[in-house]
Structures are given as structure tokens and as C-alpha cells.
């Protein structure tokens, strides 16, 4: 991983001429994502992500904290929270930010064995569906992130149902593929003229998470719906 998505994140937070990133997934056009919005305030953020921090409680993971803008509101609200992310560069952006914990981490990795990971409640925004990357890699990670949590703990992550993105037929129906989940794609990403190599990205409709949580032992809210086609769940044991 060249992980260029946290070179940007990086270059952005020491003032190293930061660039828009550049994105392409398998079902949509070239487009370009200002860096700076990952260091939005909490008045910046869309509501399913400000309602998402108003429901956090207790001990706190952010899973795929980036920039850590979501982990530096909590701490500053007094609460014990841990960001975690597979890139080296983000996580050293939220050091320099001053996050307290702040580790290169996949999720998968984490000792469920060890109290110290535990928590009652486990972050996983913009996208949070995203890292599961497939279909068939959901249940490992519903798996590990239950093992994580504390009694009476939840997780609340958020995805959009992605359907509006395919065309309709005279009759109404979506011309979605024909074999696989429409919402599975590969995502890559450019930064200042070089490539990363692609990689799986999941978006899930809200009525798939749900039968998914449902078939590994865990309940299922809609907390929020937003504008456009996205929403918030809280997932508890």
C-alpha cells in the first residue's frame, strides 16, 4: 500500500502543498475530493455523523478515524476514545492533532481476548460499511466487531444504498448486474500523479445489514436516514 489517501491527509495537516485526491470506483466517473473535508468541524458535518457523536457513549474505538476529526470531537467532550486506521500517515496526523491514542491498526487485528479492547461503542463513519469490502467479508467482521464490545455496547456505522446510482428500465426496475451485490466496487485512488492499487469497497443497502446482523447474532436499528440515499444504524448484541 503506497497509502496515498494518508499522504494527502498528511500532507494537508503540515501544509506540504496538499493536492485533491483523486477517485474512480468501477460504476461511476473521475471525481475529486478536497482534502480539507476531512478535517471538518463538527458544525461542518453532515447530520448522520453529528447525531452518530451525539449517540456515542462510554469507551469509545473509531474504526478508520483518517484524519481523526470525528475522535478529536469526542476526546475534547472528555470521553476515552481510541482511533484506529491501516494508514501509517493518518495515524500521525492525528497524533500531530493531538489525539492521545491513535494506532495503525486493521480492526481485524485487534485481541478480543484483551479488556483493553473492549468498548461500549465502536465508530465506523463515512462509509463505515466500506471496510468490510465485500459481501462475503461481512460476517467476519460483525464477528470481531461483537467480540469488542462491552455489555450493553454498540456500534454505530453508517453506508448508503446506492441503487439510484444504476439506470431504471420502462417498468421502474434496476438495471443492477446480473450476477454479485451492486454495491460492491472497486475503488481507487490518485495523489499528486501517482496510483494506488484499487481495492474492494462495500456499500450496503440498510435492509442487507440488517439480515446480516440478524443472521450473526446481533439486533439492528435505522437510527437516521440523510438526503441522499445514506443512513445511520445502531447495531447492539
Known sequence: MKDLFGKAILDYQTNNNPEPIITDTSISDTDEMDVGYLFRDFKAMPKIEQKALQLAKGKILDVGCGAGSHALYLQNKGYDVTGIDISPNAIKTCKLRGL???YVKNILDLD???EENKYDTILLLMNG???FGTLVQIAKHLKQLKSLLKQNGQILI???DIIYMFDQDEDGAYEVPATGYYGELTFSIQYKNETED???WLYLDYNTLQNACY???LQCELIL???HFDYLARITV
Open 100 to 102: 492521545q491514542k491513535a
Open 112 to 114: 478480543t481476548f484483551n
Open 129 to 131: 460499511t466500506g471496510i
Open 158 to 160: 453508517d453506508s448508503s
Open 198 to 200: 484499487s481495492f474492494p
Open 215 to 217: 443472521a450473526n447474532g
Open 225 to 227: 436516514e440523510g438526503k
